[in-house]
């Protein structure tokens, strides 16, 4: 693992904007002043003494002075804004909770059910699907997926109840 101490030699952080700019010139390419780091999937990983860390868990030690003891979240789900207001600890649930729908342009934890002809929602909660009912509509099968979501993750719950014509 690598020191804060040696992040501090290496990295300066912006807590305002998120930006990690390294205050020592790395090589002939990158030199001081530059954005550390690259991005990887969707977050920007930054090389440090023969570690790749992400950049989000580098903004928490710096800013806090302490590694993070569990997962790092975007708040607003931009893996890219390391702003240390868009950062938090979180359970790998709560994580989850935070994330975007598995089928685009579809209300989260909201599925048609062929057999049926009916809108059908469940949620995961802590492992285990649970079935939230057949709905008529999209609307009310995203409807009830919401208030479960609210219920069981609260400030996490991340939600789209914007159902397509149904």
């Known amino acids: 693992m690598v020191s804060i101490a040696r992040l501090r030699e290496l990295v300066a952080y912006d807590p ?7 205050i020592v010139d790395r090589n002939n390419h990158v030199k001081r002043g530059h954005e550390a780091g690259y991005i990887n999937d969707g977050y920007r990983v930054i090389g440090v003494d023969g570690s790749r860390l992400k950049a ?48 685009p342009g579809r209300p989260k934890g ?10 059908h929602s469940n949620i995961t909660i802590g492992g285990k699907k649970r079935h939230l009912g057949l709905f008529q509509t999209e609307g009310e099968a995203a409807a009830a997926f919401e208030r479960a979501s609210r219920q069981v993750y609260g400030e996490f719950a991340r939600v789209e109840a914007k159902p397509c014509a149904s």
């Open 16 to 22: 305002a904007t998120g930006v990690l700019r390294w």
């Open 110 to 119: 909201v599925y048609w059910h062929k057999q049926r002809q009916q809108w």
């Open 56 to 103: 989000q868990r580098i903004a928490w030690a710096l800013h806090y002075d302490e590694w993070p003891t569990s997962r790092i979240d975007h708040i607003n789900r931009d893996a890219s804004d390391n702003r240390i207001a868009n950062l938090r600890q979180v359970t790998h649930a709560q994580n989850i909770a935070n994330t975007r729908s598995k089928m």
